[in-house]
C-alpha cells in the first residue's frame, strides 16, 4: 500500500522557520514529481512548491526566494523548508506525488497520492 506521511508541522512566529518532511512507503518514487500544496480554511488547495523527477524545483511567486524544497538521498523523502514564514502561510500542508507532465505540474489534480497533511500556523 502506498502511503506518504507529512511532519515538522507546527506553531512559529512570523519571521521564523520550519521544516517540513514527507516520506513514501509502499512503493518507489523514481519517475514521479514530488509536490508541496497548501489549504487555508474556506480557500482552495493551492501549489507551494514541486521538485520534479529531472530534480528541477519549481515554486509559487508568494513563496518564492522564502521556502526551498528539496529531496532526500533516499530519494523516498522530502523536504520543505520554510524560512521567513508569514501569518499568511498558516494552512494545511500536504505533499503529493504525481506524473505529471512540465505543463501540469501546479496542478493538484494531476498528483496521485497525498499525505494526511500537517498544520502550519505562524502568529503575527
Known amino acids: 500500500q502506498v502511503q506518504l506521511g507529512e511532519s515538522g508541522g507546527g506553531l512559529v512566529q512570523a519571521g521564523g522557520s520550519l521544516r517540513l518532511s514527507c516520506a513514501a512507503s509502499?512503493?518507489?518514487?523514481?519517475?514521479?514529481?514530488w509536490g508541496w500544496f497548501r489549504q487555508a480554511p474556506g480557500k482552495e488547495r493551492q501549489f507551494v512548491a514541486v521538485?520534479?523527477?529531472?530534480?528541477?524545483?519549481y515554486y509559487a511567486d508568494s513563496v518564492k526566494g522564502r521556502f526551498t524544497v528539496s529531496r532526500g538521498n533516499d530519494r523516498n523523502t522530502i523536504y520543505l523548508q520554510m524560512d521567513t514564514l508569514e501569518p499568511e502561510d498558516t494552512a494545511v500542508y500536504y505533499c503529493?506525488?504525481?506524473?505529471?507532465?512540465?505543463?501540469?505540474?501546479?496542478?493538484?489534480?494531476?498528483?496521485?497520492?497525498w499525505g494526511q497533511g500537517t498544520q502550519v500556523t505562524v502568529s503575527s
Open positions: 503529493a506525488a504525481g506524473r505529471a507532465i512540465l505543463s501540469s505540474i501546479r496542478d493538484p489534480t494531476m498528483y496521485n497520492y
Open positions: 509502499g512503493t518507489t518514487f523514481s519517475g514521479y514529481n
Open positions: 521538485i520534479s523527477k529531472t530534480s528541477h524545483t
